[in-house]
């Protein structure tokens, strides 16, 4: 039930090889070595999607309000509301400092 994946190995994204079937035998320095074999996959994430968005004036921000007037009876009172319409996201953004891909598979320290 809900088995779409093939049969065959699957290819972990930092290694050379497959992923199972590899007995580690040297422990940490196995896989350092399997990192920099033939794949280029890099355990550093330099780039993420941003949150922010630009409106139809060029501002950027996380979220974006418009204050409408609203009478009842013979009161008026101002509210909030969100804009969700006409939104441009800002798209992939550089990070400052690379972070570490989430599913890099060596233990860095150990305690």
């Known amino acids: 039930m809900g ?11 930092f290694s ?14 196995q896989s ?4 920099k074999g033939s794949r280029s996959a890099t355990p550093f994430v330099f780039t993420r999607r941003s949150s922010l968005y630009y409106d139809e004036d060029g501002d950027l921000a996380h979220e974006f309000y418009e204050e409408t007037v609203v009478t009842k009876n013979g009161r008026k009172k101002s509210k909030l509301k969100r804009i969700q319409k006409n939104l441009i996201p800002q798209g992939i953004v550089k990070l400052d400092h690379p972070c570490i891909h989430v599913d890099f598979p060596i233990v860095l320290c150990e305690v």
Do not use: H
Request: hydrophobic share 25%; aromatic share 4%; net charge neutral.
């Open 16 to 29: 050379g090889s497959g992923a199972g079937g590899d007995s580690p035998s040297d422990g940490n320095e």
């Open 32 to 35: 350092v070595a399997r990192l």
């Open 3 to 13: 088995g779409s994946g093939s049969k065959a190995k699957g290819v972990w994204p």
